[in-house]
């Protein structure tokens, strides 16, 4: 068995073995990287970028401009290859989208050794390209005029940055593959526009239900960017908002009073949240979202082609955007309260007893809402509705047997009566009502004394009082 201190230098060496090979696979990175980049600058610009010469790229484009040159309304088998081209033109954007991140690339590896530090200041790939044309290869960056590329602030950065570089000037050849790869970058720019304009201009056939939530075009922009309807169906919903969305380089200035907010992707641009107030914005774009990546899948997917679903999800849309905007429900002015009024106990007594004895819930009733562990409960038809019985009754016997208790109320209500009685007709005192006349069939009237008749049946002797024809039921006095 092995000890302690052997067990912890077998996990240091598992330790050590596991960082040396993610240095080697790190070594091996840097150095693709490295022979990638060597390659970029020996090569030129038509080593990265070869999609603009390729058959398919041409074909695409004369079939765009073919399209758009005839405007007219399409039907039929035209109709269907119209369709067929939108949905070639989305992948084509996406590749001229990947294309141009390429020669972006290039351009930073050639143009790294004039001005390393610009590439952390300008992200965009067409930004940093018009910059890097319009600097050339120009030490002192005070000298260009740069006002129209970018906003005020970080041409000052750049600006200052520049004079304090620690870059040198590129030979003839550098500069030269630098410019042509700028050239090549906006020509890709200028075809993608192109191809994105036929694209907005036929999304009534690609994606008819999205354009009527978000607009032909920036449903255009949101499906370029996502690399056609398809691959957009398959984006969560929470990333259709942030689709499109740029970094903000500051650049160590503060963000109190920055435009663009985070998180705000092309659906920003659509009209529905254009129009709603500033403080309801990013409520909404999650609201459209949602809704968007609906659409886009019912658009991938579904065969409805009429833009029904989407005019249903506008208006629900509108309604909610509507809804949060309002105002609460005026608040009741209600009276003040007396001062130091507290409110009142509520009081026990007789007549209180009373009402909880004449409404209280009866011994039926409790045993109706119990029901028992382990046994199925009763159930009765009342009208149309099933009642459960609950523990009344017993299994299989089909009778109630509930031990019904005496009420106080109704004892009360008998020793009042009595106690009127008695004090109406006296103690002891038979009522007025009553007779000691009897009428017999043999003797006719008969005068009796009912006191006497008592008196007798009292002090006959059991088994006469049993046996006898005439006996009835006599009540024994209480000991």
């Known amino acids: 068995m092995a000890t302690v201190a052997e067990t912890f230098l077998a996990d240091l060496d598992d330790l050590s ?19 990638r980049s060597k390659r970029r ?35 039929g088998e035209e109709a269907d290859q119209r369709y067929d081209l939108v949905l070639e033109c989305n992948r084509i954007a996406l590749e001229i989208e990947n294309e141009i991140f390429e020669v972006h690339n290039y351009i930073k590896d050639v143009y790294r050794t004039k001005f390393p530090e610009l590439e952390s200041m300008v992200h965009h790939p067409i930004d940093y390209a018009r910059v ?25 950065v750049i600006t200052v940055t520049g004079s304090t570089t620690s870059g040198t000037e590129l030979d003839e050849l550098s500069l030269q593959q630098c410019m042509e790869a700028c050239e090549e970058a906006f020509a890709l720019d200028e075809d993608k526009k192109v191809v994105l ?10 994606a008819p239900n999205l354009s009527i939530v978000l607009g032909t075009e920036v449903a255009a922009k949101i499906i370029g960017i996502a690399g056609g309807v398809e691959a957009l169906s398959k984006i969560p919903a929470c990333n259709v908002q942030v689709l499109g969305a740029k970094k903000r380089n500051l ?27 500033p403080a309801l914005r990013n409520k909404a774009a999650r609201l459209v979202g949602s809704k968007c990546a609906l659409l886009a899948r019912f658009d991938a997917f579904g065969d409805d082609r009429s833009g029904s679903v989407g005019e249903k999800m506008r208006e629900e849309i509108v ?5 949060w905007q309002e105002p609460p429900p005026a608040r009741i002015a209600k009276p003040l309260t007396v001062p130091d009024m507290e409110p009142k106990k509520r009081r026990g007594g007789k007549r209180y007893r009373k009402m909880k004895e004449r409404y209280g819930v009866s011994d ?20 149309d509705e099933m009642v459960g019985l609950g523990m009344v009754g017993q299994e299989n016997s089909g009778r109630l047997r509930v031990q019904m208790k005496k009420s106080n109320l109704a004892s009360k209500a008998a020793k009042k009566l009595a106690k009127v009685q008695n ?45 006898s024809e005439a006996g009835g039921f006599s009540a024994l006095p209480k000991k």
């Open 364 to 383: 039926m009733g409790k045993l109706q809402n119990r029901v028992q562990f382990d046994q199925p409960e009763e159930e009765i038809i009342d009208g």
């Open 251 to 277: 650049a160590g200035f503060s963000s109190a009073g920055a435009a663009v907010q985070p998180h705000q992707g092309f659906v920003f641009e659509c009209p529905i949240i254009q129009r709603t107030p």
């Open 423 to 467: 004090r109406r007709y006296g103690t002891g005192v038979t009522s007025g009502l009553s007779s000691s006349i009897a009428f017999t069939p043999i003797q006719g009237i008969e005068l009796e004394n009912p006191h006497l008749k008592t008196q007798k049946e009292m002090g006959r002797s059991g088994t006469d009082s049993y046996f």
């Open 197 to 206: 304009k036929f694209v907005e201009s036929s999304m009534t056939l690609i």
């Open 132 to 156: 890097v044309k319009r600097i050339g290869n120009e030490m002192d960056v005070t000298r260009v005029d740069l006002d129209g590329l970018l906003p005020s602030a970080t041409i000052m």
């Open 41 to 75: 600058r020996t090569g030129g610009v038509r080593e990265v970028a070869k999609l603009r010469s390729t058959e398919r790229y041409r074909r695409v484009l004369d079939d765009v401009k073919r399209a758009r040159s005839n405007e007219s309304r399409v039907v």
């Open 17 to 35: 073995d596991g960082e040396r090979e993610d240095q080697e696979m790190d070594e091996v990175q840097e150095e693709a990287e490295q022979e």
């Open 319 to 323: 309604k909610k955007i509507e809804k």
